[in-house]
């Protein structure tokens, strides 16, 4: 386990809260998504997004209010950084001696608090805002190409489709979420189901501030969703409605990550949002194929131009 995952998220945190100046997301894409090992990344997706700067609540539950309160989780969760504390966090800091000069141009002194961490990587979180994709700027009016077929997926997405009913997209820029709660496709499991009152009294009797380490932990507590925060029945595998903002790079979709591929994510929501509403959503092949097209289009350059070779 090393720390060096923090470099660039926290330098450029720091930077930039001095500078308020843009950066590459990649560095926050790699260290923080792709070195999760394999199984965490499928177990319980982790949920740095790029508007995580605009949501009421982050993680898929809903946990934590705010960015600053959930931007140093990851430290300290055992499946995550596994750091043993906070504490050891900062003095990994301190001791490094690349980050006092960030310091002290972001905040005048290279004094090292829990605060300035959380600042300064909310900060940067805050950095990867939602508007350069080829979706805002055609939307914007731009000239740029936005194929036939994303413009028809747009207009299924918005109209026939119901989708922007929960990955709302009328709010400036749009984020393509509702905050909200819903149940989807991924319920639980047969073994879950048959476990339920052992898992409700297993899950309420755990204290609010270790939550986020039995979630990352215990599969089977994590299946029961917005319920771990709320305790209320109805709650029960229902998930936060992740934004679409870089779907296209964010595999494998769904809260557990178990669909591989965005064409599969799309036919599953189709699927069931047919089946909830009671009306069979009529997509042919290629209604599906425009859906995926727009959803492309969705995806932020910095993202790609931080991954050019
Ligand atoms: C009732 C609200 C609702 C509607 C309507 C809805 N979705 Fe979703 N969508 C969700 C929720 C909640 C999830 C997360 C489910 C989970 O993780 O178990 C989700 C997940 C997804 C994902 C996977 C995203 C990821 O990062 O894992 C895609 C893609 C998606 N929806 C596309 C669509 C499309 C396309 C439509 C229209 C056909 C649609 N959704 C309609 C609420 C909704």
């Not at 260290?31 to 990344?41: G, H, K, M, N, Y």
């Not at 936005?146 to 989708?163: E, I, N, T, V």
Request: aromatic content about 8%; proline content about 4%.
């Amino acid at each position: 386990m090393t720390f060096d995952w923090m470099t660039g998220p926290l330098a450029e945190g720091l930077h930039l809260y001095n500078s308020g100046e843009y950066f590459t997301a990649h560095e926050a894409w790699e260290t923080i998504w792709l070195s999760a090992p394999e199984p965490e990344r499928t177990f319980l997706q982790a949920l740095i997004q790029v508007t995580a700067a605009f949501e009421q609540s982050l993680f898929w539950d809903g946990r934590r209010p705010s960015l600053e309160a959930q931007v140093l989780d990851p430290i300290v969760n055992a499946n995550e950084m596994g750091l043993d504390s906070i504490s050891e966090a900062i003095q990994r800091v301190r001791e490094a001696p690349a980050y006092a000069g960030a310091l002290k141009s972001a905040f005048g002194n290279d004094h090292v608090d829990e605060t300035r961490l959380r600042t300064a990587l909310a900060t940067f979180v805050r950095s990867l805002a939602p508007t350069r994709t080829s979706y805002e700027r055609f939307k914007r009016g731009s000239s740029e190409a936005f194929s036939a077929s994303a413009q028809r997926g747009l207009r299924l997405f918005d109209g026939k489709a119901g989708c922007s009913s929960c990955h709302s997209m009328h709010d400036q820029p749009a984020r393509f979420s509702d905050g909200l709660f819903h149940h989807g496709a991924v319920s639980l499991s047969s073994e879950d189901t048959a476990r339920l009152p052992e898992l409700v009294s297993q899950t309420i009797s755990v204290a609010d501030d270790e939550i986020g380490n039995v979630i990352a932990q215990n599969r089977h507590i994590a299946a029961l969703g917005r319920f771990v925060v709320t305790h209320n029945p109805k709650d029960i595998g229902a998930f936060r409605t992740p934004s679409l903002l870089n779907v296209a790079l964010t595999a494998p979709y769904m809260h557990d990550g178990s669909v591989a591929t965005l064409e599969d994510a799309v036919n599953i929501e189709i699927y069931y949002r047919s089946l909830s509403t009671g009306k069979a959503l009529d997509l042919t092949t290629s209604d599906r194929r425009d859906i995926v097209e727009f959803l492309m289009s969705l995806t932020s350059d910095m993202w790609v131009d931080s991954n050019r070779p």
